[in-house]
DNA sequence: GTTCTGACGGTGC
DNA sequence: AGCACCGCCAGAA
């Protein structure tokens, strides 16, 4: 068996959300089959800053699109390296997020 | 071993 | 339309 942690496979789907998009936690969470557990997504994206390669977690926002996680980026970081990649955030909510979401459901086409 | 929290989401009121 | 509560699963105290 893979030892395709629940974990690490939201960290292979993070990776895989092409630059300039963002995707929301229970997007992910549904493509792993566990719709529902968006926090489990949250909580995994909590080591993304310690695991190999560092998963680019600033492009994972939720529901509404807001970054609701900045604050673990340490500052404004988040914000700016969606910036750095064309996604405009405002009020710590990204611009044209309906626009920019990658719904792995969906680019992966499972 | 038990309890609580946690970077969310959906439904109910 | 906005606010509140509950539910999912796993790790940490």
Avoid: C
Wanted: hydrophobic content about 40%; charged content about 20%.
């Amino acid at each position: 068996m893979e030892r395709a942690d629940f974990f690490d496979q939201v960290y292979q789907v993070v990776r895989l959300i092409p630059k300039g998009r963002v995707t929301s936690y229970g997007a992910i969470a549904n493509y792993l089959g566990a719709k529902g557990s968006s926090r489990m997504v949250g909580y995994a994206m909590n080591d993304a800053g310690k695991v190999s390669p560092q998963v680019p977690a600033h492009r994972v926002v939720n529901r509404q699109g807001l970054l609701t996680g900045k604050f673990h980026f340490g500052g404004d970081t988040m914000q700016q390296l969606l910036a750095e990649e064309g996604v405009l955030v405002e009020n710590d909510q990204v611009v044209n997020f309906k626009n920019l979401y990658w719904d792995p459901n969906i680019e992966l086409a499972l």
